[in-house]
């Protein structure tokens, strides 16, 4: 039970919870499931505001109204920083407290995660001609291709590598803001301007459109380079690449 002389903090948000709603349930009941005596809220009814507690009532008003402009997703630090900028004096710990004891929380967003290949197309799909045999026994034989992508703090950067299987050292690479065909054939020709690779070099890659498209198709074509792709949804197929 609570003091009705000295009322706590939490008393007194029992008590305004118990007014906020007390057109939809019984007072009494309220009291009893709270644990809260009836006489002490109808005195705290009649008691005049105290300085601190008007204080906090706008204040919380103004947490509110932060809240809810910024689609709820803003916790006390980013609500402390507004309130701050706005003008008003006060601290981090009351308005995490206000925030708490009124159940304002920020909402949790679901982590976004790109999806690097996607194999829903009617492009050509190469044969598998490495079957998880990853050695080589010279460089510029086997080159393995593949997409990744970066956080950065203006958004995702995507990352086209090209690996050589004898040697394991990236080739070639390109990174851009987007996963079109541009992305991998930038990686593509940085890895045969470098390397100068015969007649004969396979490139395995997965099944994504990237790949697939006539574009790049034409680009190993002129490489006289023999394609080789995963099975779908394999990652297996592309082990050191994908280890990369």
Request: net charge positive.
């Amino acid at each position: 039970k609570k003091s009705d002389r000295h009322l706590c903090g939490d008393a007194q948000v029992t008590f305004a919870f118990i007014e906020q709603h007390a057109s939809t349930w019984p007072v009494r009941l309220m009291c009893r499931v709270l644990e809260v005596s009836h006489s002490g809220y109808y005195d705290w009814r009649s008691r005049p505001e105290s300085a601190r507690s008007a204080s906090n009532r706008r204040l919380l008003d103004d947490v509110r109204r932060i809240h809810v402009g910024h689609q709820r997703r803003y916790g006390s630090p980013r609500v402390h920083a507004v309130l701050c900028a706005e003008g008003r004096t006060t601290s981090r710990g009351r308005v995490e407290r206000l925030m708490r004891r009124h159940g304002i929380r920020a909402l949790a967003g679901r982590r976004y995660r790109p999806c690097t290949t996607d194999s829903r197309h009617d492009l050509p799909i190469a044969p598998n001609l490495l079957k998880q045999q990853f050695s080589a026994a010279l460089p510029n034989t086997v080159w393995l291709a593949d997409i990744t992508y970066l956080p950065t703090g203006e958004g995702w950067l995507y990352l086209a590598a090209v690996l050589d299987l004898a040697t394991r050292k990236i080739v070639g690479w390109s990174m851009r803001e987007h996963m079109r065909t541009e992305l991998t054939s930038a990686a593509l020709m940085m890895a045969t301007q470098r390397q100068r690779p015969g007649a004969g070099l396979i490139c395995h890659s997965d099944r994504g459109s990237q790949y697939a498209a006539e574009a790049y198709r034409a680009q190993l074509a002129d490489m006289k380079a023999t394609p080789s792709m995963s099975r779908t949804g394999c990652c297996y197929d592309n082990a050191p690449m994908e280890s990369f």
